[in-house]
T-cell receptor
Framework: GAVVSQHPSWVICKSGTSVKIECRSLDFQATTMFWYRQFPKQSLMLMATSNEGSKATYEQGVEKDKFLINHASLTLSTLTVTSAHPEDSSFYIC???????????FGPGTRLTVL | SQKIEQNSEALNIQEGKTATLTCNYTNYSPAYLQWYRQDPGRGPVFLLLIRENEKEKRKERLKVTFDTTLKQSLFHITASQPADSATYLCALVGYMYSGGGADGLTFGKGTHLIIQP
């Protein structure tokens, strides 16, 4: 149980384009989903928290207009990196937390490379 | 400022021995603490959660302790195996820069564990 998937697992795009990453909880309903970013040899850094049906809460220093988050259902959240630039290249990881419990279950991550 | 510190140097342990990893935190009063395993290029995998009122938690060969006075958690793997080689992350709920994402996790940088046959 508690499986979270992400799609795509990796993506390469040109500078200036937008990229959408999907996060799905496969066998449970996730009232809250989180998006993290991890640069090489660094710890995971929380970008935003999203609750189903409401606007995402962004952490300090994360541009909400650049990283668009949509949590349209209890099993799906999407992160869109708009007008991506090479400095946005990173490992993006989502996590999901169920209705009851404190544990966050993580997806396998999406490697984004912006050329 | 708030900090989570894990031993950033790789930890080499002989197969069969017990591996002990340390997580120290400052300027934090977490309600609970979690340990995750992360393999290269993969997302973290949840291992154990321990609450502030729990001293110790076990799961198979894993044991976690939580000392809120020392602000420290220890993570033990007994009878270690080469397959246990990975990076182990300590995480606390309550993000240090929270502007509302108080349920987000703050992670340490992780300790890279190597179990040698």
């Amino acid at each position: 149980g508690a499986v979270v998937s992400q799609h795509p697992s990796w993506v390469i795009c040109k500078s200036g384009t937008s990229v959408k990453i999907e996060c799905r909880s496969l066998d449970f309903q996730a009232t809250t989903m989180f998006w993290y970013r991890q640069f090489p040899k660094q710890s995971l850094m929380l970008m935003a928290t999203s609750n189903e049906g409401s606007k995402a809460t962004y952490e300090q220093g994360v541009e909400k207009d650049k990283f668009l988050i949509n949590h349209a259902s209890l099993t799906l959240s999407t992160l869109t990196v708009t007008s991506a630039h090479p400095e946005d290249s990173s490992f993006y990881i989502c996590s999901a937390r169920g209705l009851a419990g404190d544990t966050q279950y993580f997806g396998p991550g999406t490697r984004l490379t912006v050329l | 400022s708030q900090k989570i510190e894990q031993n950033s140097e790789a930890l080499n342990i002989q197969e069969g021995k017990t591996a002990t990893l340390t997580c120290n935190y400052t300027n934090y009063s977490p309600a609970y603490l979690q340990w995750y395993r992360q393999d290269p290029g993969r997302g973290p995998v949840f291992l154990l959660l321990i609450r502030e009122n729990e001293k110790e938690k076990r799961k198979e060969r894993l044991k976690v302790t939580f000392d809120t006075t020392l602000k420290q958690s220890l993570f033990h793997i007994t009878a270690s195996q080469p397959a246990d080689s990975a990076t182990y992350l300590c995480a606390l709920v309550g993000y240090m820069y929270s502007g509302g994402g108080a349920d987000g996790l703050t992670f340490g940088k992780g300790t890279h564990l190597i179990i040698q046959p």
